[in-house]
């Protein structure tokens, strides 16, 4: 498992903040998504609710009202919100929520010198982009190059930090600044079936801010991996609707990826041919209970391999790209990390990742 080449720079993944907004949204939504549903159809939901293994989802939405769905809230009107709406909403949000995590990040690394900045969002749009935003309220200098990572899903943390890699790997003196932010409760929809009612029950809002650079502390970041698996790419989906984003996450998901991981060509790219029970950090994208179980029994997991990754669902639910940004801050606080594998999925259906190491 390669963590460079001998004749390209080392590069490092120095530090994480992480920060969520202050609402917990979660027993609400179930309230209301079960109040929706014909009473033979409240005991599934309940039983998969139950089986979720989420105990909190944050959103950006005002906690005045109590709940977005309760009595003035955001989506208290018999029409929800329109799509323009939404995104007024995020152009003031996902920036002030990203600059929190960027806060968290400085509490443990001095920010001085950035270069770049690379910033990972598919739950909204803003022209001047977020990223521009960002560096503004950051003071950055105007010749920082930025780079805009957009609808990418669940696995583009890892698009962005690869990003950063290969800038480092052409740019030895460069450092990386990496967000990812999304605020997945802009985009509640009005259903009454049960199959996108359970897919709303996984997605909060988070943001997340990482530091790269030639420092040798953190984690070294390894070679990057990327496959999309044969007709699924109607599995993962955001549908664009004139009510916020559409998401549609089928329940087939599961079965896919733990048919895929049952090829070895694919396993041996992932672990860069290590056996995976040597593997002794794993980083999976917290996507869902279900999709952690299918990977921790395709590959034959201990249990506690994916602890860190069931801990920020519970925590957090599933944030798209920030969520990978959580496992792996959790992976940082580690006394040691001798091999690790980054692993996420996202529509495509696709699943990327890399290899990291130990610093020194």
Known sequence: MTMASPDLPAVYLNAIGTAVPGHDIHQAFIGWARARL?????????????????????SVLPEAAGSPVGDGGFYAGATHPGTAA???IYAEAAPALALDAVARLREQVALDGVTHLVVASCTGFVAPGIDQIIARRLGLEPSVERTLIGFMGCYAAVAALRTARHIMRSERDARVLVVTVELSTLHLQAVDEIEPLLAMLQFGDGAAA????????GLALGQPFATTLAESDRLIRWDITDTGFAMHLSGEVPGRIATALADLALVTQITGGQPADEIDAWAVHAGGRSILDAVE?????????LADSRAVLVDNGNMSSATLMFVLARVLARAEVRRGVALAFGPGLAAEGFAFGPSA
């Open 297 to 305: 029994h395709a590959l034959a997991l201990d249990p506690a391999a």
């Open 86 to 88: 939404r995104m007024t």
């Open 210 to 217: 990482a530091l790269v650079s030639s420092e040798p502390h």
């Open 38 to 58: 014909p009473e033979r159809e409240q005991r599934v939901f309940d039983r998969m609710a139950g089986r979720a293994a989420i105990g909190h989802r944050w």
